[in-house]
């Protein structure tokens, strides 16, 4: 782990796409002690016009030649799901550190597959389950932490949203392709929540649940519904549904004394209900969403802290959505 205890950290990026932008490029780049050097997409009209746009020096449309790459000290694979043991397998035998974008794989034996590669290596995998890292969750988990609701008995999540204008053109979307993303929205969105549960609740030993694919209009599912059981006896119970007539975010974390309200996506106020009263708290989130993720990835590489987001972590949240789909 030589090249991390430099005094900056030089990072590229396989897969400039969207997610990139605002979301986590800029965070890469802003982080003090990191650098973005270089960034990759097989579109090479795409890739130089990101790389001239965000300040950054080299572009490449071969993600061999951005790992290989001997100013590149670590890899951030950005790419949809499917590929994302391709590469990841190539950047632990190139012997650096690498975070991947959520979920870490379409399958649970695919991600025991990435995470033994960086075991063996000894290199550190992070994986861009960010909310982990926001203080709006930070605010739930200290909550909880704190006994506010008592013992926790249950956890509820519901998601809804109707069909977008994407999925009623017909246009293709990897989102809702059954060969990328089993679980359509389920597999991009449930996982961020669910993966949030599983942080501020603890482990899953048991899950289960339905899913369909009620409006036709694209392979994979649109409806799921589960539950599961957390190690601490801990029950949960989750719907998410992509053709409903409105948007719905809301999540209760139900306790012996009082409960938590809260959405995992939706701008809102976090919610304390307990024998004090009421009280609610809204606290912005970066502009860069994962700002404080990325900090957190600087940290654990200088061993300051131990990031919250790991291969082991993110391969657990794929075992329960596999469970919840029926795998």
Aim: aromatic share 10%; proline share 4%.
């Amino acid at each position: 782990m030589n090249k991390c205890q430099e005094k900056t950290i030089r990072w590229g990026i396989i897969g400039c796409g969207n997610v990139t932008e605002v979301k986590s490029g800029p965070a890469y780049q802003q982080n003090e002690g990191f650098e973005l050097v270089a960034v990759m997409r097989r579109d090479e009209e795409k890739a130089r016009d990101y790389a001239e746009r965000h300040g950054v020096n080299k572009y490449y449309t071969d993600a061999d030649q951005l790992i290989g790459d001997d100013e590149v000290d670590a890899v951030y694979i950005a790419t949809p799901p499917d590929s994302h043991k391709h590469y990841a397998l190539k950047v632990a035998s190139a012997g650096k550190p690498c975070c991947i974008e959520k979920p870490l794989a379409p399958s649970h034996e695919e991600c025991k597959a990435i995470v033994a590669a960086f075991e063996q290596q000894q290199l550190p995998l992070f994986v861009a389950y960010y909310r982990r890292s926001l203080p709006r969750f930070q605010q739930v988990k200290a909550w909880l932490d704190a006994g506010k609701i008592g013992d926790v008995r249950h956890v509820s999540w519901h998601l809804s949203k109707p069909a977008n204008p994407l999925d009623l053109s017909g246009d293709y979307n990897w989102r809702t392709d059954a060969a990328i993303a089993t679980g359509g929205y389920f597999d991009d969105l449930a996982s961020h929540g669910l993966d949030l549960l599983i942080y501020l609740l603890g482990d899953i030993k048991q899950a289960s649940g339905f899913r369909a694919n009620q409006q036709g209009l694209y392979t994979a599912s649109d409806a799921v519904s589960g539950c599961w059981l957390h190690q601490n006896g801990i029950t949960g119970s989750g719907s998410w549904n992509f053709g409903s007539a409105k948007r719905e975010d809301r999540v209760e974390i139900i306790g012996s004394q009082g409960k938590l309200v809260f959405s995992v996506f939706d701008e809102a106020p976090v919610h304390l209900v307990n024998e004090d009263g009421e009280q609610s708290r809204f606290i912005d989130n970066p502009k860069h969403i994962q700002q404080y993720h990325v900090a957190a990835i600087n940290k654990h590489l200088r061993k300051q802290i131990s990031h919250p987001s790991t291969g082991d972590t993110a391969a657990h949240t794929s075992w329960v959505m596999e469970r919840i789909l029926g795998g």
